[in-house]
Each structure stands twice: as structure tokens, then as C-alpha cells.
């Protein structure tokens, strides 16, 4: 079983920027040898993927964000972050992490988390 805590978020103007971060733990759970992924879910939306990076470290972004947000991560620490710039009112929703299945297009794997809620005024 692995636990994921989410941080971060938060009430923004259009064009800020906001920094989140995703704890992950498990007594079973290699954390440097799992891709991880960033989702988001609007209300009334389906939960998309945002961002993916490999336990290599190379990324995936979804066309709606490039040029704007960065995923990271720290092995040490177990956590991946999101880095979101120049962000939009479109980009409000809640932002989750999650153990990531690059072979099935990025989807997602495992327990949710309890997210962290960004929202972005114009």
C-alpha cells in the first residue's frame, strides 16, 4: 500500500505561479523505481493527467500545460512536485499524484490521495 500527501495549493491571480508536492510512503514501495504522474480533476471533468516523469527522469506533459509547469522529483525525499507558472483560470481543479503506468498512457495506478485544491482567478 502506498500513501500519498499532496501540499501546496492554493488561491492564485492569473499569471502567478504555484509550487506543489507530493509525499509518497509505503513499507513495500520504491519510490525511485516508480513513474509518477500529476492529474487534475475539474468539477464536472474526468481526471486528466498533467505531468509524468519516469523514475529515470523523463517527463511527459499534457499539451494544455507545456511551456508552463515542470515535474521534478527528489529520491531522497519521495516526493515529486510540480512547478506552475503563468497559470490560467482553466487550470483551477484539484491536483493529485499517483503511481503512473507509462505502457498505458500514463494511467494512473494505485490509491488516490487527498489531492490539493488550486484555484486560479482572473
Known amino acids: 500500500q502506498v500513501q500519498l500527501v499532496e501540499s501546496g495549493g492554493g488561491l492564485v491571480q492569473a499569471g502567478g505561479s504555484l509550487r506543489l508536492s507530493c509525499a509518497a510512503s509505503?513499507?513495500?514501495?520504491?519510490?525511485?523505481?516508480?513513474?509518477m504522474g500529476w492529474y487534475r480533476q475539474a468539477p464536472g471533468q474526468q481526471r486528466e493527467l498533467v505531468a509524468g516523469i519516469t523514475s529515470g527522469g523523463s517527463t511527459n506533459y499534457a499539451d494544455s500545460v507545456k511551456g508552463r509547469f515542470t515535474i521534478s522529483r527528489t529520491n531522497a525525499k519521495n516526493t515529486v512536485y510540480l512547478q506552475m507558472n503563468s497559470l490560467k483560470p482553466e487550470d483551477t481543479a484539484v491536483y493529485y499524484c499517483?503511481?503512473?503506468?507509462?505502457?498505458?498512457?500514463?494511467?494512473?495506478?494505485?490509491?488516490w490521495g487527498q489531492g490539493t485544491q488550486v484555484t486560479v482567478s482572473s
Open positions: 509505503g513499507s513495500t514501495f520504491s519510490f525511485r523505481l516508480s513513474n
Open positions: 499517483n503511481l503512473a503506468n507509462v505502457g498505458i498512457r500514463w494511467s494512473p495506478v494505485g490509491s
